[in-house]
């Protein structure tokens, strides 16, 4: 645990100012995986785009998080918890602002890559803290809670975008993140102390490859329907990338006491169990 035990006596006398923010943080990021998916007709129109061009607006911010969410755990090390968690939500609503004035598809789809690398780390440090806060006994309840908040952002996204987007326009889509992000801002600000910090190596070599293994699979698997699967040459190439990734990762680890993540997690069962 990064949290001293000063640290989480002193955040419970504010636990519930905290669970609220925490769990705005976590919506708004949850919200947006599909909170756009109904606006994309409307931006392709007004930014000029093809389908295929339009897509990248899903396909970069999934993409993304997918690659930028395991340095979190490096990352809190470094920067301390409460510093990462302000600057992944002030991050998120700043991207958000950019995309909702975005002129072109090409700033759109670079400022849903900003979004992507800042809300990664949102949905790790927000469950972490949360156990920290509860004693063991309650440790359900406060997971059930934040489960709660990942699950109702995605359902709430599409009828939320075409609401907005019937009612106003697709810019709002993404402005309506900046209200959330600042009280989300304001909440943690005020009711997370600072916490231990301490220098950590970074496994430069390991990220990359698993940074080339994770975005690689990700995009076959969020542009196989739209390519045809492995009638494609794209998603052949995203196929034998993924494996290449993932190979030269297991092959660096093994040699690599301190590499960027242990995959030794993966021989107890009921982790294995659960990402399965």
């Known amino acids: 645990r990064i949290m001293s035990t000063d640290i989480g006596h002193r955040v419970v006398e504010r636990r519930g100012l905290l669970v609220v923010s925490i769990m705005l943080a976590t919506l708004m990021q949850a919200l947006d995986t599909t909170i756009a998916n109904v606006a994309l007709p409307h931006m392709q129109g007004s930014l000029s785009a093809t389908q295929d061009q339009v897509s990248w607006v899903l ?3 999934i993409v993304a998080a997918a690659i930028a969410m395991p340095a979190t755990g490096w990352l809190a090390t470094v920067l301390g918890r409460r510093r990462l968690m302000l600057i992944a939500i002030a991050g998120f609503t700043v991207a958000s602002v950019l995309c909702g004035i975005a002129a072109s598809i090409e700033q759109m789809v670079a400022f849903r890559l900003l979004q992507g690398l800042f809300g990664a780390s949102l949905v790790p440090l927000s469950q972490s803290t949360l156990l920290d806060v509860y004693p063991r006994e309650r440790h359900g ?3 059930a809670m934040w489960g709660m908040g990942v699950m ?3 359902i709430l996204g599409p009828p939320l975008g075409g609401w907005l987007t019937d009612h106003y326009s697709w810019h709002w ?3 309506i993140n900046v209200p959330i992000g600042a009280l989300a801002l304001f909440g943690v600000a005020t009711s997370l102390p600072l916490d231990e910090t301490r220098a950590s190596r970074f496994d430069l070599r390991g990220f990359l490859f698993l940074t080339i ?3 690689a699979l990700q995009l076959l698997l969020d542009r196989g329907e739209q390519a045809d699967w492995f009638a494609s040459n794209e998603i052949r ?3 034998a990338l993924a494996f290449l990734g993932f190979y030269l990762y297991a092959v ?3 040699f690599r006491p301190d ?3 242990d995959l030794g997690l993966f021989r107890d069962r009921n982790f294995l169990a659960s990402n399965v």
């Open 141 to 143: 309840a406060a997971m």
């Open 252 to 254: 660096h680890w093994r």
């Open 259 to 261: 590499a960027f993540l």
């Open 173 to 175: 889509v993404f402005l």
């Open 59 to 61: 396909t970069s911010y």
């Open 152 to 154: 109702i952002g995605p």
């Open 213 to 215: 293994g994770i975005g």
């Open 237 to 239: 190439i995203e196929a």
